[in-house]
């Protein structure tokens, strides 16, 4: 780490696509949302564009739907989500590692998500990252 940067006590990191991989669950949701709406989706990759953005923003902006058809994909993905989803995470190699020296070199790691704050509490409390997040 530059040791210059060291003025600033936090370090922030984005939850999706930086402590974890969510291509499993976003995309697994997703594809169910749209399953109900008659979409198929035969290749998971083809749904990590949803990973980051508003999901209302993902579903409109991708796959036009109506404002109607959004609301239930929403609820849709939602439903598995908050079932499923959220566990299918995978913690990104390096991550402990990069967080044991974060922390000797007396930095606070805080998670920075437009996911609903359930949700990423409970992604970081299944990994066992809560302690130092």
Known sequence: MNH???????????????LTDPLE???GSAAYALSHLGIQ???LRELSPFIGP?????FMKFYHLTEEQTAV?????RERFADIGWSENKVYPG???????????????????SKPE???RS???HFGRDSYL
């Not at 210059?4 to 930086?18: A, C, E, Q, R, V």
């Not at 508003?54 to 993902?58: A, D, N, W």
């Open 118 to 120: 359930n949700f990423a």
């Open 54 to 58: 508003p999901l209302k923003e993902s």
């Open 95 to 113: 991550i402990e590692s990069l967080r044991r020296e974060a922390r000797q070199k007396g930095y606070e790691m805080m998670i920075d998500t």
């Open 4 to 18: 210059s940067l060291k003025k600033y006590p936090y370090l922030f990191f984005d939850l999706d696509g930086t």
């Open 123 to 125: 992604i970081v409390r």
């Open 73 to 77: 994909a929403m609820l849709k993905y």
């Open 25 to 27: 669950g976003i995309a």
């Open 41 to 43: 989706i035969n290749d």
